[in-house]
């Protein structure tokens, strides 16, 4: 079994700054790429931010110059730091990694289960 958790969701003014935090754990043998993903209400799931397993990373046009993204490897961890944030980014953000477990040797998708990131006006 794979786990994914995110955490560092919550209420900010516009123009403010959060970073997410999203933690894997569990039967991992190796992590592939790394990235979130958010749902506004009403929305489909889109993607926000993406990291290579080489630390290259990939961004949506809409968070482009506002957003950053990271990997620690050695605490299976994928960040996102989100500054000048705007009403638009209120969604919930999801983390997904790509990993391959102990008990296989072909990759698979795990997701977290959100965290809630609301940007007032």
């Known amino acids: 079994q794979v786990q994914v958790v995110e955490s560092g969701g919550g209420l900010v003014q516009a123009g403010g700054s959060l970073s997410l935090s999203c933690v894997a754990s569990?039967?991992?043998?190796?992590?592939?790429?790394m990235g979130w993903y958010r749902q506004a209400p009403g929305k489909q799931r889109e993607l926000v931010a993406h990291v290579t397993s080489g630390g290259s990373p990939n961004y949506a046009d809409s968070v482009k110059g506002r957003f950053t993204i990271s990997r620690d490897n050695a605490k299976n961890t994928v960040y996102l730091q989100m500054n000048s944030l705007k009403p638009e980014d209120t969604a919930v953000y999801y983390c997904k990694i790509l990993a391959t477990p102990r008990t296989t040797d072909y990759g698979m998708d795990y997701w977290g289960k959100g965290t809630l990131v609301t940007v007032s006006s």
């Open positions: 569990g039967n991992i043998y190796l992590i592939h790429a």
